[in-house]
């Protein structure tokens, strides 16, 4: 029997069909379809973080060994535990991170289950139980007790591996390390093409700094024995690559540039490259990365968990109490299970039969599917008279006079419907076809169609704009008749249903046939634009429509209105939580964009900028919380529906405590009271600076700044803070003073910054409620003309 192990499909950029159809007709994937064809059993590792994607694209592979039995007819053995780590969802592959259990074909495949529930890694009570507890979510009392035991200092005789939850805080904490080791640093610089946001997706590190004896970790498979995950020792440092040792393979050997990529099925190209060493520092990994290792002595950092089952993993790679060490542990961080693992658990496994059957269930080829569609089809084709034209449409044998005939009559109905209010219809004094077809030009032209527009509408210009007033008469008798449907004699409320309805006839209108027609004349012998001919077609029809709903806006007096007094109401208390996420999400996304871009700068200032925004970073760390345990544990759940409600694939709002949110309905109430009609009398353009030194230069800021920092305070636990001044000492990185005084500067800081960003979002929301009041439509930004232009 021929066995292989399977650790998960790489490269999740195609569909199914796609993977199977590369691996058929690519030279370089023929020793793997000979492999498929000759394994009979297939081991699966880690099958939790297997997602339902890559299960089917796994099972249309193995398809190709025999196409007429799911998976091929192969053997599968899976192994993994589903309370670990989830799999990873990917938006820009369309991967929503399902596990591989919710795949029909999974259901179909998997008939039977053996529970594996002897422990073989530890054996100390305490220690599994706690494992169990915080990998399902739910604590008890005395695993509160036995994780707060385990904030002590390890042993130093043996060096320790430090988890963490984000890859942030893994390559903060991995800076902080290389900085502080002896010896002569040397730099490897990535090169990169591509959008900084999807460059920030690549493991590879922009900057490498490295020294000799620092712990790295390979991430490309380089040959059979020196693969992804592979820890090792820098040996030395050279131009053209450092030089590693992988004792764990007893090899040495000097790791060249690589590139790293970001695919997009959508555009069937690469979004991003960086031509990097495949390495990176390995004093801390993320607990994704850890996963499926036994370490000896470990650190877990508990903070920003955000998956189910991520602490318990963390806290199972360690054998003994006496080699783990757990710092910053809340049970916030403890995630409960999606109930679609307690349900999967609980499915009774299908006996299995001694024929084994049950095992062996027939494939409906896709490809079978199809032909049977396609032959009903035809038959249904043939015996139906009425589809007889339609068979003569596919064999090619239709006339082409009876197409002629057709159109001839719809020029001929069109015409002469057309014809005698043409002759007497004048275009409004208002309206200037010239100044329309001017407004189309470019001057920055960067695509084709745009140059084809120019040219286009300059021809227009010099010798065809009879052609184009001729057009704007047929548009104006069309919307013109449409318009009088909605009977605006005087100026009396026009009900929406009727200006909804013409918004749909004029839709209508411009798909007919009438107005093809008319485009058809308008560019009958300035064929050699194509592109261009509906761009400009439908802006003429746009402006038509545009002037005359002008004109009936004009019958009605603009009121004079003020924004009636605004309060904080029971419905808009959850959109007051969404914008106070979004406020703190917009603030750590500005500061983590300095921390970034001053990381490997070796200048004071620039160390000085780093610090700060790293500090600043921290902070708003603690402002954020989890989604399901706001679920299970908020007193206000009601607030929570808008949040919920925008979230997309990734999941990826920010959440904010009860507490913090406290302190934007404060803040709410603040604003609210300085945005006035008044202080836009007042002040003008000046409000925004008006109420800020309201905000932040009488008593409100004080009441509101003692809120701020009450919440922080309540968010940072004393034991996780002497805890890091504890390491900080250790690693002989600063004093406790220097530390308290970067706190409480970045304390600061960001109240000033969350509070701007607040009062610019109710500023806006203020100037459009104002600009309804007072009946006046917001033009186009000038910022979204530009954008208009690019595209």
Known sequence: MTIHRW??????????????????????????????????TLIIDEVSMLSERLFDQLGEICSLRDPSKLFGGIQLILCGDFVQLPPVPNALYNDDGKYCFQSTLFQQTIPHRIYLNEIVRQSEVPLICAIREVSCGEVSDATKQFMNTLQ????????????????????????????????????????????????????????????????????RNLTNKLCNGLSGTIVSLETDGPVVNFPTVNETMKIPKMTFTVFSPQHQSNLAERFQVPLKLAYALSIHKSQGMTLDSVEVDCQQMFKPGQLGVAMGRVRTTAGLRVINFKEQGCLPQPECINTFVLEPSMPREDSLTCCKVERLDESTIEQLFNIQDMMWIEADPETSELQHVLDGTVEEEEFDDDFNKIIASTVFVNSDEMVDFV????????????????DNVLTPLMKEVNDLVSTLLSSNLQAAQEFSKKEFLALLAILDDLNIAEPVAVKTEHLSDFYRKSHLHQTSDEYKLNCMMLFHDMSQYPDAHGYISFNITTAIRK??????????????????????????????????????????YKYIKQRNSTCYQTSIAAQERYEEANSVVQCLDKLRENESFLEKHSDLPETLLDVTRRQNISRGLTHIPDTLYSFFMLLCEKCLSTLTDINVHTYGDQLYNHCLSVLTDTEDSRVLHEQFVKVLVQRTNVDDFSATVEDDIRHATGNVLHEIVLRVHAIDTLFMEILKKFLMVMLNQFRKDLLQALSVEKTMAHRKQILVKKK
Do not use: H
């Open 7 to 40: 650790s998960g499909i790489q490269d999740g950029r195609y569909s199914s069909k796609e993977v199977v159809s590369l691996i058929k007709n690519n030279e370089k994937f023929k020793d793997a379809l000979q492999r498929i064809q000759l394994t009979d």
């Open 152 to 219: 002590r200092p390890l042993s130093s005789d043996k060096p320790s591996v430090k988890l963490f939850a984000t890859n942030y805080l893994v390559d903060n904490y991995n800076r902080k390390c290389v900085v502080e080791a002896r010896g002569e640093m040397g730099e490897y610089c990535a090169e990169d093409t591509g959008q900084e946001r999807y460059l920030s997706r690549l493991l590879a590190p922009k900057v490498l700094w490295l020294k000799v004896g620092s712990p790295v970790i390979l991430l």
């Open 427 to 442: 275009l409004p004094p208002g309206f200037d076809v010239v100044s329309v077809l001017r407004s189309m030009k470019t």
């Open 547 to 588: 002037f005359l709903l002008q004109e009936k806006v004009d019958l009605f007096p603009v009121c004079d209105r003020t924004t009636s007094t605004r309060t904080i109401t029971s419905g808009c208390r959850a959109r007051v939580r969404y914008v106070g996420g979004y406020c703190v999400s917009k603030v750590r």
